[in-house]
């Protein structure tokens, strides 16, 4: 089945459906997903989107602000890096490491899902998508680690369930398989390098030195089903 371009790219939402408040999930796995909401409901947790699909367009605001110093960019400690003593590509690859290159982000394609456990975040809490939240005795822990467990007989993996040397550890972070292969299979870095030529992209001459590269550390350097 052949994935239009512009879905790939996050350029079109008719991939899309509501699933809840705003969040909008491929129609493919929606359904999936509520059945794993279910079971997780069964098994007394409260599963829930903190995000799901997100557009070029928002990609590529975090991607610009981060770039320019407006939005903090952590390593894999959780420490703000200074980014005024690094070059443009040493930039992008800081930023890579929690934020995905517009036009290569799997949120693009409404298969992949943060997730947190309502249940257990006190009122007004924020969650901030950090590793102490779902691991130890972080709020979300118990239900990460039911995920872990069970979350593969319901198709759905987690991607940067280790760090392999490009994007950190997001044990928020889980994708069905089955649709998100289909995407990343025709996801092609040199597609991806035309897109971001015709676009207001910070960094763009170093990503585009090195797209060969984003892709092999970045987006097809995953954690397998
Ligand atoms: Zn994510």
């Given at each position: 089945?052949?994935v239009?371009?512009?879905a790939?790219?996050?350029?079109?939402?008719?991939?899309?459906q509501?699933?809840s408040?705003?969040?909008?999930?491929?129609?493919?796995?929606?359904?999936p997903f509520?059945?794993?909401?279910?079971?997780?409901?069964?098994?007394?947790?409260?599963?829930?989107p903190?995000s799901?699909?997100?557009?070029f367009?928002?990609?590529l605001?975090?991607?610009?602000?981060?770039?320019?110093?407006?939005?903090?960019?952590?390593n894999?400690?959780?420490?703000?890096?200074?980014?005024?003593?690094?070059?443009d590509?040493?930039?992008?690859?800081a930023i890579m490491?929690?934020?995905a290159?517009?036009?290569?982000?799997?949120?693009?394609?409404?298969?992949?899902?943060?997730?947190?456990?309502?249940?257990?975040?006190p009122?007004?809490?924020?969650?901030?998508l950090?590793e102490?939240e779902y691991?130890?005795?972080g709020?979300?822990?118990?239900?990460?680690h039911?995920?872990?467990?069970?979350?593969?007989?319901?198709?759905f993996?987690?991607?940067y369930?280790?760090y392999?040397?490009?994007?950190a550890?997001?044990p928020?972070?889980?994708?069905?398989?089955?649709?998100?292969?289909?995407?990343?299979?025709q996801?092609?870095?040199q597609?991806?390098?035309?897109?971001?030529t015709d676009?207001d992209?910070e960094?763009?001459s170093?990503?585009?030195?090195?797209?060969?590269?984003?892709?092999?550390?970045?987006?097809?350097?995953i954690?397998?089903m």
């Open positions: 089945m052949i239009d371009t512009n790939l790219f996050g350029l079109k939402t008719d991939h899309l509501e699933h408040d705003g969040f909008f999930i491929n129609t493919e796995v929606d359904a509520k059945t794993l909401k279910a079971a997780a409901h069964e098994a007394g947790f409260d599963l829930k903190a799901s699909y997100r557009s367009e928002r990609q605001a975090i991607w610009n602000a981060k770039f320019c110093g407006v939005r903090p960019i952590l894999i400690d959780g420490k703000v890096v200074d980014i005024r003593p690094l070059d590509w040493e930039i992008c690859q490491q929690y934020s290159l517009p036009g290569a982000s799997r949120h693009h394609w409404g298969t992949d899902i943060d997730f947190y456990d309502a249940k257990m975040l009122e007004g809490y924020e969650l901030q950090v102490s691991d130890h005795h709020p979300c822990a118990a239900l990460t039911w995920l872990m467990t069970n979350a593969a007989q319901y198709g993996f987690f991607p369930r280790h392999l040397g490009g994007i550890c997001e928020w972070h889980i994708s069905y398989y089955e649709v998100a292969n289909r995407y990343l299979s996801l092609k870095p597609s991806v390098a035309v897109l971001l676009t992209i960094g763009k170093a990503i585009l030195a090195h797209i060969d590269e984003i892709f092999t550390r970045f987006v097809t350097n954690s397998d």
